[in-house]
T-cell receptor, first 113, second 112 residues
Framework: EADIYQTPRYLVIGTGKKITLECSQT?????MYWYQQDPGMELHLIHY???????EKGDLSSESTVSRIRTEHFPLTLESARPSHTSQYLC????????????FGPGTRLTVL | AQKVTQAQTEISVVEKEDVTLDCVYE???????LFWYKQPPSGELVFLIR??????QNEISGRYSWNFQKSTSSFNFTITASQVVDSAVYFC?????????FGAGTRLTVKP
């Protein structure tokens, strides 16, 4: 059973607000990921991390930033939210070894008005 | 570049029907892994199966079965005797080691 948590599950905010989406995992996984997904549509990788102090940009250009100060924690921050950021954000983690399956959190559904 | 194609955008079946979800992939590597995930309406992705490129044996898990054919670069997923709870979006994915590429997903609706 995967133990990866995301908060909040739902968030509605106004344009221009700064927000941080939280993601934590208790499996000791080194690799963590953030995906952006419109409901039921394709997943787009926006950030990933190989471990503490490692952050990389994914395929989809994103105005968000991430940090990895602790192994279990991988928050995503939007400095100034816009309506175009409205989407679902999924966090995932996996073991550092190659080819391992990723375990996903429940997601955060963000709506920017 | 690796690529995953799920040509079926949406499938609708009646309960107890069998249904097959198609997945075709492209890769230049000889070593790779294929995955299937289920995304129910609640939103989280649930891992279903992982298969490496050297193992072409078909796999069965209850009502689920997977058919991996390297000759056609396909990794199809069949649900036997479908149930309403199988309604979800199903994603096929490919990993060559550095990252994972997902297909666009197939939305399966099982009607009672």
């Amino acid at each position: 059973e995967a133990d990866i948590y995301q908060t909040p599950r739902y968030l509605v905010i106004g344009t221009g607000k700064k927000i941080t989406l939280e993601c934590s995992q208790t499996m000791g996984h080194d690799k963590m990921y953030w995906y952006q997904q419109d409901p039921g549509m394709e997943l787009h990788l926006i950030h990933y991390s190989y471990g503490v102090n490692s952050t990389e940009k994914g395929d989809l250009s994103s105005e968000s930033t991430v940090s990895r100060i602790r192994t279990e924690h991988f928050p995503l921050t939007l400095e100034s939210a816009r309506p175009s950021h409205t989407s679902q954000y999924l966090c995932a983690s996996s073991q550092i070894d190659t080819y391992n399956e990723q375990f996903f959190g429940p997601g955060t559904r963000l709506t920017v008005l | 570049a690796q690529k995953v194609t799920q040509a079926q955008t949406e499938i609708s079946v009646v309960e107890k029907e069998d249904v097959t979800l198609d997945c075709v992939y492209e890769t230049r590597d000889t070593t790779y892994y294929l995955f299937w995930y289920k995304q129910p309406p609640s939103g989280e992705l649930v891992f279903l199966i992982r298969r490496n490129s050297f193992d072409e044996q078909n796999e069965i898990s209850g009502r689920y079965s997977w058919n991996f054919q390297k000759s056609t670069s396909s990794f199809n997923f069949t649900i036997t005797a479908s149930q309403v709870v199988d309604s979800a979006v199903y994603f096929c994915a490919l990993s060559e080691g550095s990252d994972m590429r997902f297909g666009a997903g197939t939305r399966l609706t099982v009607k009672p």
